[in-house]
C-alpha cells in the first residue's frame, strides 16, 4: 500500500466493522510457542505488520509456522528450535521492540539468545534496562556488542524475585516467559495486570505452567521442567475497538465494532459515555456513535489497567476537539506521548502541553521536565491539512482528525498503521470513508 493518504473529510463514519485478536497479545503469544515442545495453535489472529515480524523471526529460529489469514489460525511447531544468524536477525532490528521477548524463551530452549538495536514507536524512553536487569537476576549473562546485544545462561536459570519500579508491561512478559521454566520460584511485584497479561498467563498455563496472580500486583510463578503446546483463542483487541469508537463520536458517526468486548473495555466506556457518546452493548460487539447535541469537556489521567489506557488517549483527544469547554488530559504512562497534536493543532485545534501534572496527583513525570498535560479547548472546527504519521496510535488519531475535518488533506507514512491495525483500509471502505491510497479509489457508498 502506498505510504501516502488522501483523505476528504467532513462525513460520518457509518457502518460496520470487525475486530480480531490484540495486537499486544497475539504476538507475545507467538513468542510463547517457544517454550513449548509441541505445537501450538492460537486462532483470532488478526493480518497486521507485527504477526509477520514475529512469524519471519520464528522461522529464522528453526520454528514451522502456517497461517490461515482468512479464518485468523495460525499454528506454530517449534520441534527444531535452532540458533539464527546474526546478520537474519539484525534485518529486523528497528522493525519491532519483539525481540527482546525471545530471550527467555531461547536461554531455555538453546542456552542463548541475540538480540539486535530494537525499534517501536517513539513515544518515550521504553528503555530495555529493565528487561536486562530481569534477565540477570535469572543467572543469565549479558554481553552489548556493537550489533546487539548477546545472552547466553551457562550455569540456567533460576528463580529469583523482582520487583518493577513501574508495572510495565513488556517487563512482566519478559518475567512470565523467563520464568515459567526456571528453576524454582519466581515472585514478581508490582507487575502490570492488564486483559493482555493476563490471556497470556492463561496460555502458559495451558502449557504446563504454574502461576498465581494476587490482588496486590503480585505474581508467583513455579518453575516447570518441561512445557506443551497451547490451543487459544486471542482476546480481542480493545485499543482498535476504542479508536473506532473515537472516530465515531468525533466524526458523528455509528459504528458497530464487532468482537469488542465490554468485560475488557469497561473504563473506556465510562469515559466515552461522559464525553457524550452512546453506546450499545451486544454479545457479538458493541455499536458506537454520536447521539447528537454537545460532546462534554472532561478532566482525564491515563493509567496502568484498570485505569484509562495510555492507547486510547490519542484517538479520543480528537474527539476532545469537538467538545464544548476545556477538557485536561494528564498522561502518566508514556512521557512524550502528545507529539501527535502538533498536527492538530494546523488542523485549527486548540490544545496547550505543558509540563505541569494537571487534572490529578503528581506523577513519575511530573519533575522531569516533559511536556505529559494538555488542555484542549472546544469545540473547535478542524480544516485539512498535510500530515506526517509520527507513531502507530497517533498516525491513527491524524487519520481520525482528516475524516473530521473539512476538505482534503494528504496523511503521508500511513503504512505504519498496518502494525497494528488490521485491513484498516477496506473497513474505512466499510464504514464510508472517502480515502485514496496509491491507485486505489475508496469513495462513500
Not at 480481542?236 to 455509528?254: K, M, N, P
Not at 473495555?265 to 453506546?279: H, P, Q, S
Not at 485549527?348 to 505543558?354: F, R
Given at each position: 500500500?502506498?505510504g501516502?493518504?488522501?483523505v ?5 463514519l457509518?457502518?460496520?466493522?470487525t475486530?480480531r ?11 510463547a510457542?517457544?517454550l513449548g ?10 493480518e ?20 490461515d489469514?482468512?479464518?485468523g ?7 527444531n528450535?535452532?540458533s ?32 539486535p538495536?530494537?525499534?517501536g514507536c517513539?513515544?518515550?524512553d ?20 556493537v ?6 545462561a ?36 508490582n507487575?502490570a ?5 493476563t ?20 505474581i508467583?510463578?513455579e ?6 503446546g ?5 482476546l ?19 459504528i458497530?465494532v464487532?468482537g469488542?468486548?465490554?468485560q475488557d ?15 450499545d ?22 493509567d ?6 495510555t492507547?486510547?488517549q490519542?484517538?479520543?483527544v ?10 485536561i488530559?494528564?498522561?502518566?504512562v508514556y512521557?512524550n ?5 502538533d498536527a492538530l ?11 505541569e ?24 472546527p ?7 504519521v ?5 498516525g491513527?488519531?491524524?487519520l481520525?482528525?482528516a ?5 482534503t ?5 500511513i ?16 464504514l ?6 496509491g491507485?486505489?479509489?475508496v469513495?462513500?457508498?
Open positions: 500500500m502506498s501516502l493518504l488522501t476528504e473529510g467532513g462525513a460520518p457509518q457502518g460496520e466493522i475486530v485478536g490484540a495486537k499486544n497479545f497475539v504476538s507475545k503469544a507467538m513468542v510457542s517457544l515442545e509441541e505445537p501450538s495453535e492460537l486462532r483470532n489472529v488478526p497486521i505488520r507485527d504477526v509477520e515480524v514475529v512469524s519471519d523471526l520464528l522461522r529464522l529460529h528453526g520454528v514451522t509456522v502456517e497461517r489469514p482468512e479464518a489460525v495460525i499454528a506454530l511447531d517449534p520441534s528450535v535452532e539464527a544468524h546474526v546478520a537474519d536477525i539484525d534485518a529486523y532490528a528497528g522493525s519491532s521492540r519483539i525481540p527482546i521477548l525471545f530471550c527467555g524463551p531461547l536461554l531455555h530452549r538453546l542456552g542463548e539468545a541475540f538480540i538495536d530494537l525499534g517513539r513515544i518515550g521504553r528503555p530495555i534496562d529493565y528487561h536486562l536487569d530481569i534477565l540477570r537476576k535469572f543467572g543469565a549473562v549479558v554481553d552489548k556488542r550489533q546487539g546485544i548477546h545472552i547466553t551457562p550455569r540456567g536459570l533460576t528463580g529469583t524475585k523482582i520487583h518493577l519500579p513501574y508495572p510495565s508491561v513488556g517487563a512482566t512478559e519478559q518475567t512470565l516467559l523467563t520464568a515459567v521454566r526456571a528453576s524454582g520460584l519466581t515472585e514478581l511485584s507487575a495486570i492488564e486483559p493482555e497479561i490471556d497470556l498467563i492463561a496460555v502458559l498455563q495451558k502449557m504446563g505452567a504454574i502461576i498465581s496472580v494476587d490482588t496486590d500486583r503480585t508467583r510463578i518453575g516447570v521442567d518441561r512445557l506443551t497451547f490451543r487459544h483463542t486471542a480481542s483487541d480493545r485499543i482498535e475497538a476504542g479508536s473506532w469508537a473515537s472516530a465515531a463520536l468525533a466524526t458523528r458517526g455509528d458497530f464487532r469488542a468486548s465490554q473495555m469497561m473504563t473506556f466506556l465510562n469515559t466515552f459515555r461522559k464525553v457524550g457518546g452512546a453506546f452493548v451486544r454479545d457479538d460487539g458493541i455499536r458506537f456513535w454520536h447521539p447528537g447535541g454537545d460532546l462534554s469537556s472532561i478532566v482525564l489521567e491515563t496502568v489497567h484498570p485505569g484509562f489506557m492507547d486510547w490519542q484517538p479520543l480528537v474527539a476532545l476537539t469537538q467538545a464544548t469547554g476545556l477538557s488530559v494528564h498522561e502518566t512521557e506521548r502528545f507529539g501527535f497534536t493543532r494546523g488542523m485549527g485545534a486548540t490544545i496547550q502541553i505543558y509540563r501534572c494537571l487534572g490529578g496527583l503528581e506523577c513519575r513525570f511530573g519533575q522531569r521536565n516533559f511536556y505529559h498535560s494538555a488542555v484542549v479547548s472546544g469545540p473547535t478542524l480544516k485539512a491539512a498535510e500530515i506526517e509520527p507513531d502507530l496510535r497517533g491513527f488519531s491524524h481520525i482528525a475524516l473530521t475535518a473539512e476538505g488533506s494528504r496523511v503521508r507514512g503504512d505504519i498503521i498496518n502494525r497494528g491495525y488490521e485491513n484498516f483500509m477496506d473497513k474505512l471502505e466499510a464510508g470513508a472517502r480515502v485514496t491510497a491507485e486505489r479509489k469513495a462513500a457508498a
